[in-house]
């Protein structure tokens, strides 16, 4: 009676998110595995976030999602991903519109081009960094900014 264990307290089916460093299994609707028997030639491209823990050779492109290379990935290839995360062996330049983060054991070989950088102890990286600033957000003026007319046509003096 006291120690029954609800479907609500039973938090094992929950898996914590991803975070930098830590090799886990990650399972999400939108995530492709590449595991690590797998071996890839030639250009691969997806609309879904990709998780590398095989071995790819030639370019990948993912502009506006995420790739993590496992800490089993080996990749030769020149990467465009929206955020990069490197746990394993990369031999290719990153090119990067967000974040890219070399975790602990991360092994890069290549440029890296990119808004953000995150480097953790232990990560080896040989290569320069392009640091870009991220596209300026649009902001709208402030009220009584847009028409400077109205203001210096003596309408709006007190007497």
Partial sequence: ??????????????????????????????????????????????DEDLVIEGTI?????????????????????????SSVLVEGQLDGDIHSDGLVSLAKGATVNGDINCARLMLQDGARFNGKVVMERPAALKIAPKPGALDDSYADSGKNKTA
């Fill in 1 to 46: 009676m006291f120690n029954k264990k609800t479907q609500d307290d039973d938090d094992s089916r929950i898996s914590p998110p991803l975070r930098l460093g830590e090799s886990q299994a990650i399972r999400s609707k939108n995530v492709s595995v590449i595991g690590p028997t797998l071996v890839f030639k030639g250009e691969l491209s997806a």
């Fill in 57 to 81: 050779e030639g370019t990948i492109a993912h502009h506006k999602k995420n790739l993590t290379i496992g800490a089993k990935g080996r990749v030769k290839a020149d990467i465009h991903a």
